[in-house]
């Protein structure tokens, strides 16, 4: 497994606050589970997604906060070579119509040989309801 950079803030346990947030987009229905913390992964092409503090935006929420969080991982795999167990999927996931997929909802010009990346990532405050602010 590869790791950005070679540390993971898992390694370090740190957030420095001289870095800027990235901003990750999420469509709106990933909401509730990357807040309750139950989506840990999410699959990207030729995005700029790097290991370190993010904020994690829903497009087309309605009522959806951003939320803080980090990048912990990022696990380049060529598409062709991409697996269910790569991409944290149940073992026997189709992974051709799971690419095909990638490029009807997101990424339609994505050819068949690009390098995907399975971005871990972690809510800072995990659990707290859909659409509320914790404040403390």
């Known amino acids: 497994m590869q790791k950005a950079g070679g540390t993971t803030m898992r390694d370090t346990g740190e ?19 990357v807040a309750r913390g139950d989506k840990l992964t999410t699959v990207r092409w030729a995005e700029a997604v790097g290991v370190g ?7 087309g929420h309605p009522t ?4 803080r969080g980090h990048v912990t991982e990022v696990e380049p795999y060529p598409l062709a070579q991409f697996t269910a167990e790569h991409a944290r ?10 690419a095909a ?15 995907v990346e399975v971005v ?3 809510v800072e405050h995990p659990g707290a309801a859909a659409g509320t602010v914790s404040h403390g």
């Open 64 to 67: 959806a906060v951003p939320l």
């Open 101 to 115: 997929a990638l490029r009807r909802n997101y990424y339609p010009t994505m050819p068949s040989d690009a390098v």
């Open 15 to 33: 957030m420095p606050d001289s870095i800027p947030h990235q901003i990750v987009h999420f469509h709106h229905t990933h909401y509730d589970a």
């Open 53 to 59: 503090p993010a904020l994690f935006i829903f497009d």
């Open 89 to 98: 999927q149940p073992p026997g996931t189709d992974m051709v119509e799971f």
């Open 120 to 122: 871990v990532i972690a």
